[in-house]
């Protein structure tokens, strides 16, 4: 396995400590994705909650936060469906665990739709060409992106991201949708 600094990061971003401001510290590797599922759902049993506390912004726990080792591949959907099921074998299903394993279905949907449909999915107007008239102005995506809006929670939002690498589900939405839907920006610019 090759190291960090054969991967190219610097001894500098090796020794960086963690962000104190981050609620999670990410480590790669698929050892490390299996203890987070091992935490979320069985030392925490989390599932039994998720669909109430999805949607909350801050803390380590409130939602699984597996999607980093899922997008980088350590982890794969189909194993984290089958020890959600393992779960509700033991503990019975509920609305929790059946969101949660809806969002698995989600996630897969918007995979299987970017394969279908390839780059036309970042064209401006979508895979299916419909859509606003976006404008562009650098200014305001940049205090966008800096979290400079002088709108509090979009600003809150784009520092936790710029500083600790991460923003929850809901965070995500609200920003996308006041860059796109409020300030009429090309949504690409944010994708």
């Not at 963690?18 to 979320?40: A, I, N, Q, T, W």
């Not at 394993?101 to 949907?109: T, Y």
Request: hydrophobic share 35%; glycine share 8%; net charge positive.
């Amino acid at each position: 396995m090759p190291s960090l600094t054969d991967l190219g990061f610097t001894k500098d971003q090796q020794e960086k400590a963690k962000d104190p401001r981050s609620c999670l510290e990410f480590k790669g590797g698929e050892d490390e994705g299996l203890k987070r599922v091992h935490h979320y759902i069985w030392n925490l049993k989390s599932l039994n909650s998720y669909k109430q506390t999805r949607n909350e912004i801050m803390g380590a726990d409130y939602s699984s936060k597996l999607s980093p080792w899922l997008a980088c591949g350590a982890l794969s959907p189909r194993f984290v469906y089958h020890e959600t099921k393992r779960f509700e074998n033991k503990h019975l299903e509920n609305e929790s665990t059946k969101h949660f394993i809806s969002e698995l279905f989600w996630r897969d949907f918007c995979h299987w739709y970017c394969y279908k449909h390839g780059s036309k999915v970042f064209y401006e107007y979508g895979a299916l060409n419909k859509g606003n008239q976006w404008k562009v102005n650098i200014d305001i995506i940049n205090r966008w992106k800096n979290g400079t809006t002088g709108i509090p929670i979009i600003d809150a939002f784009m520092r936790e991201l710029n500083f600790s690498g991460f923003m929850s589900n809901r965070g995500r939405q609200i920003v996308a949708s006041f860059l796109a839907l409020d300030l009429k920006q090309d949504w690409r610019f944010g994708a």
